[in-house]
């Protein structure tokens, strides 16, 4: 008597599980790194994107959007402030996805978002403070 054969239904499994990501947790991971992008540039770096004609540094977009290549124009010690929360993210205005994030400061040029706790974990766990 043969064992298995076929005709079993199911034959063995390359059944994809290993990456079910959310939507929520893809916007988070987008965020995440460019917040790491923002925390990794160099200070003259950050002064070439937001131009001669600003004194405060630039920053990339933070926002969902992995396309995003909005600068957005934050005082550092402003920026700063906001780093210390991993759940903070500097956005442009307009590019908060309210349905994933709060926006918790309307500001001239920029928004500050509040990553909801569903991925409080992601934006924890990828911190470039912490
Ligand atoms: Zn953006």
Redesign the pocket.
Known sequence: MKRGGPGLGRHGGSYDCSMPRSRDERLARNEASFRSLNDALGANVHARLSGPASADPGFV?E?G?GD?E?IIVVEMDRYEQVREDPCLFL??PG?EITDVEDVVERDDGYFVVRKHEEVADIVRETDPRR
Request: aromatic share 0%; hydrophobic share 10%; glycine share 0%.
């Open positions: 977009c926002c959007n995003c909005e956005v442009k590019h």
